[in-house]
């Protein structure tokens, strides 16, 4: 009888068949108890994955339903800006925050905005147009991206739609804290916005969250996220360069409309950096234990590998087995009569 990692081999004239290896040791006439796993465990795991393995079939089998992930995603980001309501006081705090920020970004080498907004102002037609790029160009580029990722079924997308989730909340409480009027409400700037699309300011006028929420710059931010978020898509290195354009686009027009300071530019890498690292610590906490795994249900294909029989080392498998002419003992009975 030769030993096995789980288990033993005889050989016997009928070929070779393996033996557990509790039966070696057991006493005659006994019963050996054979262990399987918890099924509590599973059950629970299996329960959890229920919902979210629906929901990937129901994804796989009508591709358009992948693309109602956008309305929570719209949900949450109008609910979080919604809350600036219960804010008392912005408009006076944010009168009054201007000139600090303002003299912060002087400092920081900010002073060339106002000649910028300037020459902005006495060219109306190209004025139009950065106001019209400051209105829209945010909301669509997300959008298209957003789709983007959930067309070429990016693995990332839970990863950066959660980023963006976040940007909006870090953005909500650096306003709930300290708001801050934008330039052109000050007298030494000029609201290009306005000028060109007088609806503008009636409908900021009305959400103190887009009219006091300047320090971080989230159209800064969102430009940045776009273009992170563009690197799943693109694979041609130029390609992933020419992406950063758009945020570079974005910094000239908020600081030529004079929407956003110097210093609202600066910090919104340091509001995405932050928004990554909240999306992505529950997978870093799982991978060093301090969160449960997720286990997903196991499918048949998955299920059937795991049950395999394992082949142990120079030793045939089941369908290998050799006939009762080709064992060991039939082979030394020949040996034998020689």
Same mark, same amino acid.
């Given at each position: ?146 789709? +983007? #990722?959930?067309?070429?079924? %990016? =693995? *990332?997308?839970? &990863?950066?739609?959660? /980023?963006?989730? @976040?940007?909006? !909340? ?91 300071? +110097? #210093?609202?530019?600066?910090? %919104? =890498? *340091?509001?995405? &950096?932050?928004?990554? /690292?909240?999306? @992505?610590?529950? !997978? ?55």
């Amino acid at each position: 009888m030769t030993g096995g990692w789980c288990a033993s081999v005889t050989h016997t004239g009928l070929g070779t068949r393996p033996v557990h290896r509790a039966a070696r040791t057991a006493p005659p006439g006994s019963r050996i108890r054979r262990t399987t796993p918890a099924a509590g465990a599973g059950a629970r795991s299996a329960r959890g994955g229920h919902l979210a393995t629906a929901l990937r079939r129901a994804w796989s089998r009508h591709a358009f339903l992948r693309y109602a992930q956008i309305i929570p995603l719209g949900l949450v980001l109008w609910g979080l800006d919604a809350l600036d309501k219960f804010r008392a006081g912005a408009a006076a705090a944010g009168i009054a925050h201007a000139p600090v920020v303002a003299a912060i970004s002087d400092q920081l080498g900010g002073g060339f905005a106002e000649p910028l907004n300037d020459w902005l102002a006495a060219h109306p037609v190209i004025g139009a147009a950065a106001a019209w790029y400051y209105i829209l160009a945010h909301g669509a580029a997300v959008g298209i991206v957003g789709l +983007l #990722l959930i067309w070429r079924r %990016a =693995p *990332a997308f839970g &990863l950066h739609r959660n /980023a963006l989730i @976040a940007c909006n !909340a870090i953005g909500l409480a650096a306003f709930w804290l300290y708001p801050v009027a934008p330039p052109r409400m000050l007298p030494a700037y000029h609201d290009t916005a306005a000028a060109a699309v007088p609806v503008f300011s009636s409908v900021m006028e009305n959400n103190a969250a887009a009219e006091f929420a300047s320090l971080p710059s989230l159209h800064v931010v969102w430009a940045l996220w776009v273009a992170v978020a563009a690197g799943a898509l693109l694979r041609h290195p130029a390609l992933r360069a020419a992406a950063w354009l758009y945020p570079a686009i974005t910094v000239a027009d908020v600081l030529a409309t004079a929407n956003h300071y +110097l #210093l609202d530019v600066i910090t %919104a =890498p *340091a509001v995405l &950096l932050l928004a990554y /690292a909240i999306a @992505a610590s529950p !997978a870093l906490a799982r991978r060093v234990g301090l969160l449960p795994v997720r286990h997903r249900p196991r499918g048949p294909r998955s299920a059937a590998r795991v049950q395999a029989p394992v082949r142990l080392a120079g030793l045939p498998g089941p369908r290998e087995a050799p006939e009762a002419g080709a064992s060991g003992l039939g082979r030394a009975e020949p040996e034998r009569q020689r």
